[in-house]
């Protein structure tokens, strides 16, 4: 499956942005959907997973109750609603797929897209 993502750009502390993973060359249905990011200097951290069918959901304790992540698989699309942003949610924004069960671990992904940036500045 290919992947790829968009939706970053800079946005105002507080504010919101939608970021879009369009999938690809298999059958996006079969594949969990991961979000991760990479911030300057830092390692690449786990935001949010969806299951296949978008039953199971979980999120890093630094978004939740601010992120919200979905998919509409008749779409071949994923999504990651971000609300009031903060400067450290600045960062590239990856999305990841998987077979099998969801993971909050990067290696567990095989499948990336190439990433879009956020930032968070006033």
């Known amino acids: 499956v290919q992947l790829q993502a968009f939706g970053g750009g800079l946005v105002q502390p507080g504010g919101s942005l939608r970021l879009s993973c369009e999938a690809s060359?298999?059958?996006?249905?079969?594949?969990?959907m991961g979000w991760f990011r990479q911030a300057p200097g830092k390692a690449r951290e786990f935001v949010s997973y969806?299951?296949?069918?978008?039953?199971?959901?979980a999120y890093a304790d630094s978004v939740k109750g601010r992120f919200s992540i979905s998919r509409d698989n008749a779409r071949n699309m994923g999504y990651l609603q971000m609300n009031s942003l903060k400067p450290e949610d600045t960062a590239i924004y990856y999305c990841?797929?998987?077979?099998?069960?969801?993971?909050?671990?990067?290696?567990?992904?095989?499948?990336w897209g190439q990433g879009t940036e956020v930032t968070v500045s006033s």
């Open positions: 990841a797929a998987k077979s099998g069960v969801p993971r909050a671990s990067a290696e567990a992904y095989p499948y």
């Open positions: 969806i299951s296949q069918s978008g039953t199971y959901t």
């Open positions: 060359g298999r059958t996006f249905s079969t594949y969990n």
